[in-house]
T-cell receptor, first 110, second 116 residues
Framework: GQQVMQIPQYQHVQEGEDFTTYCNSS?????IQWYKQRPGGHPVFLIQ?????EVKKQKRLTFQFGEAKKNSSLHITATQTTDVGTYFC??????????FGKGNQVVVIP | GAVVSQHPSWVICKSGTSVKIECRSL??????MFWYRQFPKQSLMLMAT?????????EQGVEKDKFLINHASLTLSTLTVTSAHPEDSSFYIC????????????FGPGTRLTVT
């Protein structure tokens, strides 16, 4: 079935450092979404990417959508303790449903 | 904006009983609502897609007679877990989306169901 793979599943990041999380699909996506879920919370929509090669920035967060629309990345600079949580990507395959990755659980070390 | 609420936030029920979970979009009209199930430290598994005024579309492997979904209005969808068993214990999360913007889903806070 349609699925997206996220790597890594876990990351320990020193406060102040940068990190990247990746999302890959075996088939072409219509779009890709990124969500963040804080411990004990619910997923919160961060961004949607639609165009091939698209890059979007939100303050310290940079989102990229690959040229082939099969992969995406989220890069966070100068990590803060508030960045802790699980980052999910969700691929849209044009069937009005999203396939969520397993998430990248990020722990920030003060 | 785009706030989604769920009720109850947690529920404990006995095996064999039914439980209804409500999902409401508080400040927008959601033509489509989704129901997910999430196990601890796992991803979200889509159970069904609910469109206002029509029958829900269930994912493969999800029993539609066990998980009854009703989307009676543009702001309310309900999930009823019928004849609940301990293996139904989980975190159930709904989300709502604007018409034509399925990717941009707004999630409710979730309902923790424990079946004893």
């Amino acid at each position: 079935g349609q699925q997206v793979m996220q790597i890594p599943q876990y990351q320990h990041v020193q406060e102040g450092e940068d990190f990247t999380t990746y999302c890959n699909s075996s088939t072409t996506l219509s779009n890709i979404q990124w969500y963040k879920q804080r411990p004990g919370g619910h997923p919160v929509f961060l961004i949607q990417l639609v165009k091939s090669g698209e890059v979007k920035k939100q303050k310290r967060l940079t989102f990229q959508f690959g040229e082939a629309k099969k992969n995406s990345s989220l890069h966070i600079t100068a990590t803060q303790t508030t960045d802790v949580g699980t980052y999910f990507c969700a691929g849209g395959y044009g069937n009005n449903r999203l396939a969520f990755g397993k998430g990248n659980q990020v722990v920030v070390i003060p | 904006g785009a706030v989604v609420s769920q009720h109850p936030s947690w529920v404990i029920c006995k095996s064999g009983t039914s439980v209804k979970i409500e999902c409401r979009s508080l400040d927008f009209q959601a033509t489509t609502m989704f129901w997910y199930r999430q196990f601890p430290k796992q991803s979200l598994m889509l159970m069904a897609t609910s469109n206002e005024g029509s029958k829900a579309t269930y994912e493969q492997g999800v029993e539609k007679d066990k998980f009854l979904i009703n989307h009676a209005s543009l702001t309310l969808s309900t999930l009823t877990v019928t004849s609940a068993h301990p293996e139904d214990s989980s975190f159930y999360i709904c989300s709502a989306a604007f018409s034509g913007r399925i990717g941009e889903q707004y999630f409710g806070p979730g309902t923790r169901l424990t079946v004893t």
